[in-house]
Nanobody, 113 residues
Framework: DVQLQASGGGSVQRGGSLRLSCATS????????IGWFRQYPGKEREGISCISTSTGRIYYGDSVKGRFTISSDNEKNTVYLQMNSLKPEDTAVYFC??????WGQGTQVTVSS
């Protein structure tokens, strides 16, 4: 029973920070890739970052490069997304995925000016 759950969203001012968590269960966490996506109202999901839990290889989308940091805690089966220098354009619902068809409940991030 594979499960992923995103949490940690909230409302912040421009330039603020948030840390999102993706808690997982039901699969070999140390041999997976976990990704973060975000979705604006009425739009398709946008991939913003991913990490391989076995190799540590990391990808960032251009829109978040230099501001967001993805990391993995294999002991806790959790992937984090540290979001710094937040902008209003980062306002969206954020999801995590195992790239195998499972999506957790999204967490809302709102950034005001």
């Amino acid at each position: 029973d594979v499960q992923l759950q995103a949490s940690g969203g909230g409302s912040v001012q421009r330039g603020g920070s948030l840390r999102l968590s993706c808690a997982t269960s039901g699969f070999p966490f140390d041999d997976y890739a976990i990704g973060w996506f975000r979705q604006y109202p009425g739009k398709e999901r946008e991939g913003i970052s991913c990490i391989s839990t076995s190799t540590g290889r990391i990808y960032y989308g251009d829109s978040v490069k230099g501001r967001f940091t993805i990391s993995s805690d294999n002991e806790k089966n959790t992937v984090y997304l540290q979001m710094n220098s937040l902008k209003p354009e980062d306002t969206a619902v954020y999801f995590c995925t195992d790239y195998r068809g499972e999506w957790g409940q999204g967490t809302q991030v709102t950034v005001s000016s």
